[in-house]
C-alpha cells in the first residue's frame, strides 16, 4: 500500500522485513552439536562396555579351561642304539651287466635256457646252427692233408735232385727249385692250420656260453631267426649277487665321507624303499668317483649289497642311509613330540604330582641332533623316561592340567615299552618306532633348540 505524499525514504524503510538475531542461530547450533556429541559418547562406551564384558567371559572361560584336564597321549624319551647318517637317492644298478650278441651269424636253434632263471658262468644258453661253420671246419682240415701231401712230394724230389746234384747230373738251379718248393708248401701248410684254427673258433662261436652268473632276462630274438654277427641283441643277463647302488652327495659333505671311508676302509649303507620306511638291504660303500659334477656339485658314490634275498632290483630307486656314526645310548623321543617356537625346539613334558594326584604340561627347550622319521636323537634337554607329549600339544598352555594316556602303536602296545626293546633298523608302526625316512633335518649338527623357557612360554602366552 502506498501513500501519496510521502517520502520515498520512509517507503523504502517500511518495505524492509526485520531479521532475527544472531545469537539465537548460534545456541540452535550448539544444541544440535551437544546431542550429537552425548550420542556418539553413549555409542563408544556401549561398544568399550561390550568389549570389555566379552574380555571378561573370554577370561573366565580360559580359566574354566585351565582347570579342565586336557587329554592328551604321551611317550617316554628314551636311550637305545641308534645311528647318524647321511641321506640321498640311490639307483640300482646290477654290479656287471651282459648283453649278450652273436658272434657268427646264422640260424638261432631253440634257446636252453628259460627266461628269468639264474645262470651260471660258462652255462650254454644259445646255440647257432653250426652245420655251415663245421662243414668249413672239414674243408679246411681238407687243405691241410693236401698240402701236407704236396710238401711230402717236394720233399721227396728235393732229396732225388740234392743226390743228382752231389753227382754232377742236374744242375745247382734245379736243385733250389725244388728247396723253394718245399718251403712254399710248408708256408701252405701253416696257412691251413691258421685256417683251420678259423673255422675251429668259428664253429665253437655257434655256441654261446653265459660270460658271468647272474640272472637271465627275457629272450629278445624267437628261435628260427637269422641272427646277424656283432649286431643282434639276444638276451640280457644281470649280476644280481652282488649289486651296486649308485647315489650322490652334495660336494661339502664329501670330506667327511671320504675321511671315514680311509680312515675305517668300511662304511656301512642302508637301502631304504621309496617311502623311506621299510629297510631292504645292508651294504657297505665301495668308492666314491675321481671327480665332481660341476653341474650339479654332487659326487657319485658306489655302494656294494650281497642281496641275497633279491630284495634289491635293477633300475630300482631306493633312499640311501650312509652311516657316519653308531650312537650307543642314544637319547631320543618320537618325532611327533618335536615342537618349533620363535626360539627354537621344544616339547611339551608332562609332570606328575603323586600327592595332589594330578598332571601338568610344561614346555622344554631341546638341543636336535638328528631327525630320523618316526624318531628324533636329542643332544641336550630331556632325561631318560621323562614323559613328552606326542599328540593334543595343539591345545596346551604352560600349567595346564592334562589327562595323560599312553600313546599306542598299531598293534596295541604302548610306545613306551616297544622303544625299549626296538634298536636301529628295526620296523615298527607307533609313534616310538626305530628309524625310519631321514627328514630335512636328517643331518648331523642339525639346528639346536633354545634353551629359555621363559621366552617359550612368553611366546604362547600371547
Known amino acids: 500500500m502506498s501513500i501519496e505524499g510521502a517520502p520515498e525514504s520512509y517507503l523504502a524503510a517500511d518495505s524492509i522485513e526485520p531479521q ?30 561390550n568389549q570389555k564384558q566379552n574380555a571378561a567371559n573370554s577370561a573366565s572361560q580360559a580359566a574354566a579351561l585351565m582347570g579342565r584336564p586336557v587329554p592328551v597321549q604321551v611317550a617316554a624319551a628314551a636311550e637305545m642304539p641308534m645311528p647318524i647318517f647321511l641321506t ?10 651282459v648283453t649278450v650278441k652273436a658272434r657268427v651269424s646264422g640260424e638261432l636253434e631253440p634257446v636252453k635256457f628259460t627266461e628269468g632263471q639264474q645262470v651260471r658262468q660258462g652255462e650254454t644258453i644259445l646255440v647257432i646252427d653250426p652245420r655251415p661253420y663245421k662243414a668249413a671246419l672239414d674243408q679246411a682240415k681238407g687243405t ?27 744242375s745247382k738251379e734245379a736243385m733250389e727249385a725244388d728247396e723253394a718248393a718245399q718251403g712254399q708248401y710248408q708256408g701252405a701248410i701253416a696257412s ?61 659333505e664329501l670330506p667327511q665321507v671320504l675321511g671315514k671311508l680311509g680312515a675305517e676302509k668300511r662304511l656301512s649303507v642302508e637301502a631304504y624303499d621309496q617311502g623311506d620306511t621299510q629297510k631292504l638291504a645292508t651294504g657297505t660303500l665301495l668308492t666314491a668317483d675321481n671327480q665332481i659334477d660341476t653341474t650339479t656339485g654332487t659326487a657319485k658314490l658306489k655302494a656294494v649289497f650281497d642281496n641275497q634275498d633279491q630284495a634289491l632290483f635293477p633300475n630300482q630307486f631306493v633312499n640311501i642311509h650312509l652311516v657316519m656314526e653308531e650312537r650307543p645310548n642314544a637319547l631320543v623321543v618320537p618325532s611327533a613330540a618335536i615342537q618349533s617356537g620363535n626360539q627354537g625346539s621344544f616339547v611339551w613334558v608332562v609332570d606328575t604330582d603323586a600327592a595332589k594326584k594330578s598332571s601338568t604340561a610344561r614346555m622344554q627347550p631341546v638341543k636336535v641332533a638328528l631327525a630320523e622319521g618316526q624318531v628324533t636323537i636329542l643332544d641336550s634337554g630331556l632325561q631318560p623316561g621323562q614323559q613328552v607329549v606326542v599328540d593334543g600339544a595343539d591345545r596346551l598352555r604352560p600349567g595346564q592340567i592334562v589327562l595323560a594316556s599312553a600313546a599306542r602303536q598299531r598293534g596295541g602296545q604302548p610306545a613306551g615299552q616297544a622303544a625299549a626293546g626296538q634298536g636301529a633298523g628295526q620296523s615298527g608302526g607307533g609313534p616310538f618306532a626305530a628309524p625310519r625316512a631321514a627328514s630335512g633335518q636328517g643331518r648331523p649338527g642339525a639346528p639346536a633348540g633354545d634353551k629359555d623357557n621363559g621366552n617359550h612360554q612368553k611366546k604362547e602366552q600371547q
Open 20 to 49: 532475527p538475531p544472531a545469537h539465537k542461530n548460534s545456541r540452535v547450533r550448539f544444541i544440535v552439536y551437544l546431542v550429537l556429541v552425548t550420542a556418539l559418547g553413549l555409542i563408544i562406551w556401549q561398544i568399550y562396555k
Open 88 to 97: 640321498a637317492l640311490g639307483t640300482v644298478t646290477p654290479y656287471m651287466s
Open 192 to 252: 691251413d692250420k691258421a685256417a683251420i684254427e678259423a673255422a675251429q673258433l668259428q664253429l665253437d662261436w655257434c655256441t654261446i656260453h653265459s660270460p658271468i652268473s647272474g640272472k637271465i632276462g627275457l629272450r629278445l630274438v624267437d628261435p628260427g631267426n637269422i641272427i646277424t654277427a656283432n649286431t643282434t641283441n639276444l638276451v640280457v643277463i644281470n649280476q644280481y649277487q652282488p649289486i651296486a647302488v649308485y647315489f650322490t652327495l652334495p660336494e661339502d
Open 144 to 170: 691241410l692233408l693236401h698240402d701236407q701231401a704236396l710238401l711230402k712230394n717236394a720233399q721227396a724230389e728235393f732229396a732225388r735232385y740234392k743226390a743228382l746234384f752231389d753227382a754232377g747230373v742236374v
